[in-house]
């Protein structure tokens, strides 16, 4: 049985028409057609989200269309939210704007270096979607990304509610290693080129800065407490609920000048698109989506948000040492490909200490990650409708209120797992927790 959804976000592709379109995205994609020898060429519309799809963007897909020949041009744009209070509430301005910077900025100037270092291609770091532009303008209050559409080329979403295949997961440690191994060489043999990322540390702090993500987080804490077996765990949440923010600015902390890379951030299944081979659910394709948590931190995150939250307790009991290895060997192999030294830069025994050092990381997303991954699109929230609530007053709905029967057996389940490896594993006792 197939679980992967078969489209991009597997929205309802809804038919808009272009008057509801921003003219500053029309001006985009008309510059965009014109590019691509669109001299002649109608634009077709359909909705890419669906309500609690996310918070700090709507998706729309755009078809530009010869009308002399059979030419298609599939995009797919982000936007900012419309509701205002939905965008200060999640402080949208501030992703859009570190997103855009990873397009136009940081990934332009990997590219120059893979290029320069004759990295064969098949080590390049490649595997994210083609950008066609990125803006975002505080002044006007404009704020989009175009993408190619990747659902056209026959990739479409894993089911977040299912614990991914391993063969799937090893696709994504792949090419994160590749992504993270850029930074370490190039802080090696171009520190005044890789100085300006370097100051990309505020991430966490902008995102904790958002009272509604607060909440959320705050929210999912206290369930925690209730859903979790052991009373040692339950400490371990009370304990992180009196000062959320610091617990989360630990981990994010500024890293030893050695080791910190710029990281995707939110590295898990659901960010993630696949080719599936024939009809089944093993993939020989990924592309890494939604950069706009990409900071400089330590490796570890995204390793371990990677192999705690996209993954079942099974896959960890059998694979977990196996995936971090895979990690740490590509991370190796492209450094060395890059020229530089991975044995006096970032050791197998440095990513291990990394990985405890901020090891409670996985405890303090694991318990909202949870709950979305076994929430049905249904019974997702409007984002729209809670943050004008909470801006008039009001209570934040909880997630796990809305979450099925069985979806709320499955968080329970997956969050005891969890937690329960965490604390195994010493990632707990060696955190600052």
Known sequence: MKLHTGVLRNSLRQTMSERQVPAFVRNLLNEIGEKNGFRDRTMRFESGSNPGDGFTSNIVRAIISDRNSDRNLHLVYKLAPENKNQRNGFNSSFTFANEANFYNKLMPIFAKFQVEKNLP???QFLLIPK????VADDN??????IFEDLRSQGFSMWDRSKACPVENIRLGIREIGKFHALSIAMKDQHPDRFAEFKKLTEIAEKFLDSPNLLQMFDTSFERSISVLKSDE??????QIRTNIKKHF???FEEPHAQFGVMSHGDFWTNNCVYRFVNDTDIANDIRILDWQTVGYTTPAIDVLFSLFVSTDKALRDTEYQNLVRLYYQTLSQTVKLLGSNPDKLFTFENLQSELKRVGSFVLLVAPFYKQ???AKATELTNWNVM???VDQGGEQQELYTLLSTAGKLA???TLNDVVGDVVRMGYYQNSKL
Not at 233 to 238: G, L, Q
């Open 121 to 123: 291609k098949e080590n």
């Open 372 to 374: 979305l991954s076994h």
């Open 411 to 413: 968080y329970e389940r």
């Open 140 to 145: 006007k209050e404009e704020y989009a990304l």
């Open 233 to 238: 765990h339950k400490n371990i949440y009370r």
């Open 387 to 389: 943050c004008d609530n």
């Open 249 to 251: 600015m630990d981990c």
């Open 131 to 134: 950008c066609y532009a990125a």
